[in-house]
């Protein structure tokens, strides 16, 4: 079935370091692809999102590209704040059957620190 | 309304006894899917629907869990005699269409609920 995988966390950055969270999928036909992030003791909000192969995503300094020929959406941002510190989560939505539902990595904990 | 509501924020019960948990969506939006948050970060869809019709129901533990959308209602998903693995926090979430799986979801607050 339809699987996505993420970097282990958690990432401890120092403010205006470079990220960079790797994740890459398994599914069959051309899924969405989405970051979502998760405050402490919050919903998930949408970061970022592709609907097809190429597209970049991007929203409040954040950055990531459909990559079929990887699999891969991995997620950058040029510098980092120590607001950016969360939990993020990468997913896809599958096409076809799928019914919709979204299918979570196992999310990558950042830590920002001053 | 222009979030998805969801109560109680949070919910204690004792190993055996029911839960239920309530979801407004978004209003005009067609589709609610209800997810489950173990260990922290690991997501597990349980339930979608379309109105008032389920719509994938895979991610469904059958024997104690259920879960109906009514018109005029908000969405509820009922743990009948719960188990300490129960213990999560249950995420609700809305999207206005599933034409071209481009629409994006919207998620609430979320529900903690906690088995002793």
């Known amino acids: 079935g339809d699987s996505v995988t993420q970097m282990e966390g958690p990432v401890t950055l120092s403010e205006e370091a470079f990220l960079t969270i790797n994740c890459t999928y398994t599914?069959?036909?051309?899924?969405?692809l989405f970051w979502y992030v998760q405050y402490p003791g919050e919903g998930l909000q949408l970061l970022l999102k592709?609907?097809?192969?190429?597209d970049k995503g991007s929203n409040k300094g954040f950055e990531a590209t459909y990559r079929k020929e990887t699999t891969s959406f991995h997620l950058e941002k040029g510098s980092v704040q120590v607001s950016d510190s969360a939990v993020y989560f990468c997913?896809?939505?599958?096409?076809?059957?799928?019914?919709?539902?979204?299918?979570f990595g196992q999310g990558t904990e950042l830590s920002v620190k001053p | 309304g222009e979030e998805v509501a969801q109560t109680p924020k949070h919910l204690v019960r004792g190993e055996g006894q029911k839960a239920k948990l309530y979801c407004a969506p978004i209003k005009g939006h067609s589709y609610v899917f209800w997810y489950q948050q173990v260990l922290k970060n690991e997501f597990k869809f349980l339930i979608s629907f379309q109105n008032e019709n389920v719509f994938d129901e895979t991610g469904m533990p059958k024997e104690r869990f259920s879960a109906k959308c009514l018109p005029n209602s908000p969405c509820s998903l009922e743990i009948q005699a719960t188990k300490l693995e129960d213990s999560a926090v249950y995420f609700c979430a809305s999207s206005q269409s599933n034409t071209g799986f481009t629409y994006e979801q919207y998620f609430g607050p979320g529900t903690r609920l906690t088995v002793t």
């Open positions: 592709a609907t097809k192969a190429d």
């Open positions: 599914a069959t036909g051309y899924p969405s």
């Open positions: 997913a896809l939505r599958g096409r076809g059957n799928q019914g919709g539902k979204l299918i």
